[in-house]
């Protein structure tokens, strides 16, 4: 996670939100990476972990990823958390719970959904607080320079 944690900054420092996933195949080999691609690509699918799972599944050469892992710094939306679930992903590691978009326990638990028809393991917290100061200070960051900017237009 402590790597994955500097992936996720240099993803801000692109000007992305900075989210970061990577998949490990059942040897623990890193199979997919992905960092948020919202705004560079003008892709609204381009979230961190639909980017790992595109390059794994090249990778792998398959759609199915039982026996694989998805580390993640912030909990999957639910757009990610049914691509996962689609996936057949063996088990998912966050970080930091998203309270507002959260798809595995933040808001809502598609994972457990009577709709699910693929049974994962779900790890939360891990390196929690870590994951979330990235976060918050990135958008802390945004409004900062926004007020700055509009205020330099007022002048």
């Not at 699918?45 to 090249?58: D, F, I, K, M, N």
């Not at 802390?140 to 330099?152: F, H, P, Y």
């Amino acid at each position: 996670m402590t790597r994955l944690l500097t992936k996720a900054r240099l993803v801000g420092e692109r000007g992305e939100v900075p989210i970061a996933a990577l998949i490990l195949d059942k040897k623990g080999r890193c199979i997919g990476y992905g960092g948020n691609r919202r705004e560079s690509m003008k892709d609204p699918l381009g979230h961190a972990e639909l980017v790992a799972l595109r390059q794994a599944s090249w990778i792998k050469n398959d759609w199915r990823f039982n026996d694989c892992t998805l580390i993640v710094n912030l909990e999957p939306c639910p757009m990610c958390a049914g691509a996962l679930i689609q996936a057949r992903m063996g088990k998912i590691i966050y970080g930091s719970e998203d309270p507002k978009r959260g798809a595995l326990g933040g808001t809502i638990n598609l994972a457990e959904h009577k709709s699910a028809h693929h049974s994962m393991l779900i790890e939360r917290g891990i390196m929690e607080e870590e994951s979330k100061k990235i976060i918050v200070d990135w958008f802390k960051d945004k409004r900062l320079i926004a007020r700055e900017n509009l205020l330099s237009k007022l002048r």
